[in-house]
T-cell receptor
Framework: DAGVIQSPRHEVTEMGQEVTLRCKPI?????LFWYRQTMMRGLELLIY????????DSGMPEDRFSAKMPNASFSTLKIQPSEPRDSAVYFC????????????????FGPGTRLTVL | AQKVTQAQTEISVVEKEDVTLDCVYE???????LFWYKQPPSGELVFLIR??????QNEISGRYSWNFQKSTSSFNFTITASQVVDSAVYFC??????????????FGTGTRLLVSP
């Protein structure tokens, strides 16, 4: 049973470049989350989707950040243009809904994408 | 607002010692969930336990045990006979009910555990 898949695992880019992070949630999970982890701020929820619809994006730091979920098995987090302060580990997580017999707050995390913006 | 405090930034022990990681939380919700996650050096976040606020029974899983005390708003995690492989950052988290019906996870800042041979 595959877990949450993220790509790339590592990304190094230069300031001003566009960065796209990808996530494939666990099949059957209704919720998808994007988190950012930094030393200064710890783990922060950026945005979450329910059934492919963005529900709460209040954690997205700036307009430079955008996230999409075109279908149940794929989501992207895009940063355009990227800045050095965006350097962090970005996690994608998914969880089932209670209506499907799961626990909607039991989140399963992907391995993360370590982003470095020079 | 919900808050999770992990006052211990880093703990160092020698293998086979017992170690307790503290977690104190604040919430106004009457129903909530508490979690522990492990983040080994490889970086992924591994789910360890989920505890319902109505269930104050302590839980044991192998060398791991959890002590949930509502009276002190604490959910402490004990590793018995620690091993080098236990070296990781451990996060305590609390679910926060949003008006969307979704339970958002609020994480503590983590405790780094170093187990030396």
């Amino acid at each position: 049973d595959a877990g949450v898949i993220q790509s790339p695992r590592h990304e190094v880019t230069e300031m001003g470049q566009e960065v796209t992070l990808r996530c494939k949630p666990i099949s059957g999970h209704d919720y998808l989350f994007w988190y950012r982890q930094t030393m200064m701020r710890g783990l922060e929820l950026l945005i979450y989707f329910n059934n492919n619809v963005p529900i709460d994006d209040s954690g997205m730091p700036e307009d430079r950040f955008s996230a999409k979920m075109p279908n149940a098995s794929f989501s992207t987090l895009k940063i355009q243009p990227s800045e050095p302060r965006d350097s962090a580990v970005y996690f994608c997580a998914s969880s089932p809904s209670s209506s499907s017999g799961g626990k909607s707050d039991e989140q399963f995390f992907g391995p993360g994408t370590r982003l470095t913006v020079l | 607002a919900q808050k999770v405090t992990q006052a211990q930034t880093e703990i160092s022990v020698v293998e086979k010692e017992d170690v307790t990681l503290d977690c104190v939380y604040e919430t106004r919700d009457t129903t909530y969930y508490l979690f522990w996650y492990k983040q080994p050096p490889s970086g992924e976040l591994v789910f360890l336990i989920r505890r319902n606020s109505f269930d104050e029974q302590n839980e044991i899983s192998g060398r791991y045990s959890w002590n949930f005390q509502k009276s002190t708003s604490s959910f402490n995690f004990t590793i018995t006979a620690s091993q080098v492989v236990d070296s990781a950052v451990y996060f305590c988290a609390l679910s926060e009910a949003l008006n969307t019906g979704f339970q958002k996870l609020v994480f503590g800042t983590g405790t780094r555990l170093l187990v030396s041979p």
